[in-house]
C-alpha cells in the first residue's frame, strides 16, 4: 500500500561509489523496487534501536535468536530458568537442532525495553551461548486477555 505522495518527504544524499554500489546490490538481494524502500527500512530499524536505547521504559516486542551449544552442561536447563524468570516478557519460544550439538532458539518478547535488555544480559550469561541478538519494534502485539466483564463465561455472576 503506497501512501500518498503529500506525506513523502525528499532526501537527497552523496555516498562514496563503493558503498553505494553496496546498496544497490542489496535493493536487487532482497528484491525491492527502490533503493529508498531499503533506505527506510534501514532507518525504522535503527530508530526502534535507539528508541530501545534512549527510553528504557518504552514498551517494544521483538524477537531474541540464541545460538548455543547443547553438550555443555545444564544449558538448556538455564535458559529455560532464565525464560521463567522473564515469564511476562517472554511470549513463546521456537527450538530447533542444528548440526555439531548446536541449538538455535527464538523468542518471541514483548515488554519495556530495560526488561528486555536485562532478559538479553541474563540469557548471554549462561554459559554455552555462542550468539544472542535482539531485533525490536515499536509495534505491540495486541493484549492477549482482556479482564473485563464481557470477558466472563457465561452463566458467571458479576456483583
Request: glycine share 4%.
Amino acid at each position: 500500500m503506497k501512501e500518498p505522495s503529500s506525506s513523502l518527504a525528499r532526501l537527497s544524499m552523496s555516498l562514496p561509489a563503493e558503498l553505494f554500489r553496496q546498496l544497490d546490490e542489496m535493493v536487487e538481494d532482497r528484491g525491492l523496487p527502490s533503493r529508498s524502500q531499503l533506505i527506510a527500512e534501514l532507518i525504522r530499524d535503527e530508530l526502534a534501536e535507539q528508541s530501545a536505547a534512549s527510553r528504557p521504559e518504552e514498551m517494544l516486542a521483538g524477537t531474541i535468536t540464541l545460538v548455543y551449544r547443547a553438550d555443555l552442561g545444564r544449558v538448556r536447563h538455564q535458559l529455560a530458568q532464565t525464560q521463567a524468570e522473564y515469564l511476562k516478557e517472554v511470549i513463546s519460544s521456537q527450538h530447533v537442532f542444528l548440526e555439531d550439538d548446536q541449538s538455535l532458539e527464538v523468542l518471541l518478547v514483548q515488554g519495556p525495553a530495560r526488561r528486555l535488555r536485562d532478559l538479553c544480559d541474563a540469557l548471554r550469561k549462561v554459559r554455552g551461548v555462542q550468539q544472542l541478538r535482539l531485533f525490536t519494534t515499536t509495534a505491540l502485539l495486541p493484549p492477549l486477555h482482556e479482564q473485563d466483564e464481557a470477558a466472563a463465561p457465561t452463566g458467571s455472576k458479576t456483583a
